[in-house]
């Protein structure tokens, strides 16, 4: 098990821009895929983006494609996502994730596939 810690969520004006990190505990960071979920109120958890071990692949959803992006520092085993020109459709809680077992190359998309979650943290973007 991998612990994850997600932080950097708040309030902000649609346009603008947050940058959410996911602190990991545990070497096993390094041979995961990391996604990056989200849940709005009255809505089902949604898949944002993942990446793979090394960060060499990365899947986005078409809804943040082109907006947010995806990264992964493995010395600090944080993983972030920018999220740049946010919507107000994009306020949701936002929940890190990690794929134990996913081949080097793979950024999971399916939540059911990923073995460790965090607590989520709330972004909110006003219109």
């Known amino acids: 098990q991998v612990q994850l810690v997600e932080s950097g969520g708040g309030l902000v004006q649609a346009g603008g821009s947050l940058r959410l990190s996911c602190a990991a505990s545990?070497?096993?960071?390094?041979?995961?895929?990391m996604g990056w979920f989200r849940q709005a109120p009255g809505k089902e958890r949604e898949f944002v983006a993942a990446?793979?071990?090394?960060?060499?692949?990365?899947a986005y959803a078409d809804s943040v494609k082109g907006r947010f992006t995806i990264s992964r520092n493995n010395a600090k085993i944080t993983v972030y996502l920018q999220m740049n020109s946010l919507k107000p459709e994009d306020t949701a809680v936002y929940y890190c994730?990690?794929?134990?077992?996913?081949?080097?190359?793979?950024?999971?998309?399916?939540?059911?596939?990923?073995?460790?979650w965090g607590r989520g943290t709330q972004v909110t973007v006003s219109s």
């Open positions: 994730a990690a794929d134990l077992h996913s081949p080097p190359t793979a950024a999971t998309m399916g939540g059911y596939e990923y073995d460790s």
């Open positions: 545990g070497r096993a960071f390094t041979r995961s895929a």
């Open positions: 990446i793979s071990w090394s960060g060499g692949s990365t």
